[in-house]
DNA sequence: ACCTGAACACCGTTCAAGT
DNA sequence: ACCTGAACACCGTTCAAGT
């Protein structure tokens, strides 16, 4: 009912919501949606919150629980596209699936890339990557190992991708300087392809170069049968 | 020649040394080698190099500035395959050596995945993988978008798997819980596959799993010509 | 027994005061 | 002109004191 003393705005939370574990993992998410993770503080998190910091301690018992709680419910947010596709727009789906989550989130990214996650939800995707590779008929081995290939490099990708996608808005609002290749700069005799082709700075991540790279990979998993 | 006011050890910096900006980034990769990402704060950086904080400043005009220079420097420590071994060596041999210094200097991992890295060290990686494509009679397409899908992959995974090495550390030390998959609790119309094959949690991140992905991507790549 | 304000040991960076 | 100690505005977490 009393106004948090301090200058913020004031928090969104109904003052007669309980707080459970849930409310504080999906209020963090907001937060880190907002924000980004450097937002992501337990005093600030508490604020939203309408809260004293250490109330949040009787629902998570450290930063690092809160992130591990946060990813597990992140997950669920990734829809798993049907089983009757085929394998190859089955794995190729869920690598645009999981990267639209992500980008939809970024600021669940660092988290998700700084710790190991085997929570209930994400051995539901990979239950689906095995489903499809093996009802495709593929060897065990690559059952396991084909769809770990697209996840890991969906969620690498991205993990690059979303740090370049800020700095992009940063240079838009005028906050950064572009990045350019100096290439008058460069000395011809060891660079003689880059002065050729000239590959502006963009080309490294794209959603054209995230495409190949998953195409790459798709034929290449197509080449070890079934 | 005064040691510094600290109960920490004493810095190894000779006295006499004069610091300069190239002495300041690599007392940085050191510790970040030595004690990881977190550790890696401006006073702990002057505290090792016997200086107060603020004269790193004169140096680096702030933390993201230092970070940016340490990564342009941990460039050069990759090591870069010869030209006349194939496309295909070449590339591999460039992502498993990406791969080795990484993990030589961990610490490096957080940094590189969190900024755009353009400077004339990256851009001699690119210049390698242009030089390998279009030797190789490859569209200049290609030429581009291979080796940056085969570096993509690299970084990511790498930074997927430095986390999780570091968790497998702690366990072997006894200061984490192992990973562990509870099978049994998993409603069996749910996870079919999963209970046939019953992966272990080091599956997801392994050194075979590097290879297999790297080997899909090398295959899917040869499908596009030359 | 439960809750929480103050405190602790840190951060990166600013800036005024010193030489 | 150059340098730097103190200060500022933050952190995550501990813990003693309060109800």
């Known amino acids: 009912m009393a106004a948090t003393p301090t200058t913020r705005p004031s ?28 937002a992501l503080t337990m005093r600030r998190l508490a604020e939203r919150l309408g809260v004293v910091p250490m109330a949040l301690y009787r629902h998570v018992t450290n930063k690092d629980d809160l992130l591990a709680g946060l990813l597990d419910l992140a997950v669920t947010f990734v829809p798993i596209p049907p089983l009757d596709i085929g394998w190859r727009a089955g794995l190729g789906g869920l690598a645009r699936s999981i990267r639209a989550t992500m980008l939809a989130h970024p600021g669940v990214v660092t988290p998700l890339v700084a710790q190991p996650n085997l929570g209930p939800h994400s ?8 489903a499809l590779m093996r009802t495709a008929g593929f060897s065990d081995e690559v059952a396991i190992r084909a ?7 969906t969620i690498g990708y991205v993990a690059l991708e979303v740090p370049r996608l800020e700095f992009a808005a940063r240079v838009l609002e005028g906050t950064s300087q572009p990045l350019t290749i100096d290439y008058e700069a460069l000395p011809s005799e060891l660079f003689t392809h880059t002065l050729v082709l000239r590959p502006g700075p963009e080309e490294f991540i794209n959603e054209a170069q995230f495409e190949f790279g ?13």
Chains 1, 2 share one sequence.
């Open 11 to 38: 928090p969104p939370r109904a003052t007669n919501e309980r707080l459970t574990r849930d409310v504080v993992l999906r209020e963090a998410i907001a937060l880190l949606d907002a924000e980004g993770y450097d």
């Open 123 to 130: 051995l539901l995707l990979a239950e689906y990557g095995l």
């Open 147 to 153: 769809p770990n290939a697209v996840i890991v490099y």
């Open 214 to 226: 998953l195409e790459r990979i798709l034929d290449g998993i197509a080449m070890t049968g079934p």
